[in-house]
């Protein structure tokens, strides 16, 4: 069962399972790509959007959507690591989605964790993401201490595409991927909160109960740059969609603003 509602300006969809989440926000993405095909996404990597990635795959394959028109920014990558690096978001987003449609890999930009001068090549991504007519549409995961994109608690909220730190609590969750923690790198390039939030629409996909807390503080906390996630509400255009674990308190806490499908 799908529900439906709006909680402080944001809208937000909770399915039952991943698998149908997942499904949800792949079909959000075909639409804006409907709508315009030669749309801008901001898209972004970690285990929650992968299922969204396959379920495109499919989508393209069955001619459903249409990438040949389409350009796309990454949001982040890990400083140290080349292009072939198999932890490298580059890699990750060739392997996930970009090999398996048709999409022009000359129009798909992910920041060069291995730029020689980094400063310079944050300043050059924000200028390519103008040119490019900005983002239509953003996808976002969500940290468990509420980050977005890289921009960890007390990034600032007109902030954009820069060089940070990691967080411990990051380096940590994120050591799943590589053979030891030792191996993670500490710092990353990131769009800035203030270049997420000028995406005409973002679409915020969480999954798992592991979530729900950063989810609860998001939609229904104070906010504030020490939860990230909580700024997008100062931005008209959020979906938010959720599996019931993620949704958790916040279904149950604001009931009476939700309705079902
Ligand atoms: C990573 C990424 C974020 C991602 C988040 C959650 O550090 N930089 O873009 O949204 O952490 O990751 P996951 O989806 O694996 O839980």
Redesign the pocket.
């Known amino acids: 069962m799908t529900v439906k509602g709006l909680i402080n300006g944001i809208r937000i969809i909770v399915e039952s399972d991943p698998d149908a989440a997942s499904r949800t926000a792949a079909e959000l993405i075909a639409r804006q790509i409907a709508e315009k095909t030669d749309c801008v996404l901001g898209l ?6 992968v299922q969204t990635y396959e379920r495109l795959i499919q989508m393209n394959a069955s001619g459903e959507v249409d990438f040949a028109r389409v350009t796309t920014f990454n ?2 990558e890990y400083i140290g690591l080349d292009r072939q690096h198999s932890q490298s978001y580059r890699v990750f987003m060739n392997t996930h989605l970009f090999n398996h449609i048709n999409i022009d890999l000359n129009r798909t930009f992910v920041p060069d964790g291995c730029a020689g001068d980094i400063p310079r090549h944050c300043a050059e991504y924000e200028s390519m993401i103008q040119s490019a007519g900005g983002i239509d549409l953003q996808l ?5 201490n509420g ?4 921009n960890e608690p007390g990034s600032p909220v007109n902030s954009r595409t820069r060089q940070v730190d990691l967080t411990a609590e ?1 380096i940590e ?2 050591a799943r991927f590589f053979p030891t923690i030792n191996d993670v790198p500490r710092h ?1 390039i ?1 769009m800035g909160i203030a270049t997420i939030l000028e995406a005409k629409s973002i679409l915020l996909l969480a999954l798992g109960e592991a ?1 729900s807390d950063a989810v609860d503080a998001m939609l229904q906390g104070p906010i504030t740059q020490s939860h990230p996630a909580s700024l997008l509400r100062n931005h008209n255009d959020v979906t938010v969609v959720l599996d019931e674990a993620a949704a958790g308190k916040t279904s149950v806490v604001d009931r009476s603003a939700i309705s079902m499908d």
Not at 147 to 150: M, P, Q, T
């Open positions: 972004a990597t970690g285990g929650t959007p949001l982040d976002l995961g969500l940290g468990h980050h977005i994109a890289f990051t969750k994120n990353a990131t979530k």
